[in-house]
């Protein structure tokens, strides 16, 4: 049974860092496509990041314009993917999710989310 494990939410201040954590289980996710989505109340889902295979052990990494230069994202090739946030702002809060699958679009696995909560 595939897993996705997110861990390290919380609530902090404006300007404050929180790092997220995404456990894989269940199968090897070298090929695959791994990122991070959030929620915000009222809103739709949106992509935040993703590492996506370039060969070998090559990940190229990608951002949405709004979180450019604050937060950075790294996986350990097979089983788990984590997103640095810096700077953090209030229009960050959001449920955070973690997601794998052949590709960007084709996401087959998420994690149950983790609650990231900026203060102003």
């Known amino acids: 049974q595939v897993q996705l494990v997110e861990s390290g939410g919380g609530l902090v201040q404006a300007g404050g860092s929180l790092r997220l954590s995404c456990a894989a289980s269940?199968?090897?996710?070298?090929?695959?496509?791994m990122g991070w989505f959030r929620q915000a109340p009222g809103k739709e889902r949106e992509f935040v990041a993703s590492?996506?295979?370039?060969?070998?052990?090559?990940?190229?990494a990608d951002y949405a314009d709004s979180v450019k230069g604050r937060f950075t994202i790294s996986r350990d090739r097979q089983f788990t993917v984590s997103l640095q946030m810096n700077s953090l702002k209030p229009e960050d809060t959001a449920v955070y999710y973690c997601?794998?699958?052949?590709?960007?679009?084709?996401?087959?696995?998420w994690g149950q989310g983790t609650q990231v909560t900026v203060s102003s």
């Open positions: 997601a794998a699958g052949p590709g960007i679009a084709t996401m087959t696995y």
């Open positions: 590492t996506i295979w370039s060969g070998g052990n090559v990940y190229a």
């Open positions: 269940g199968r090897t996710f070298g090929t695959y496509a």
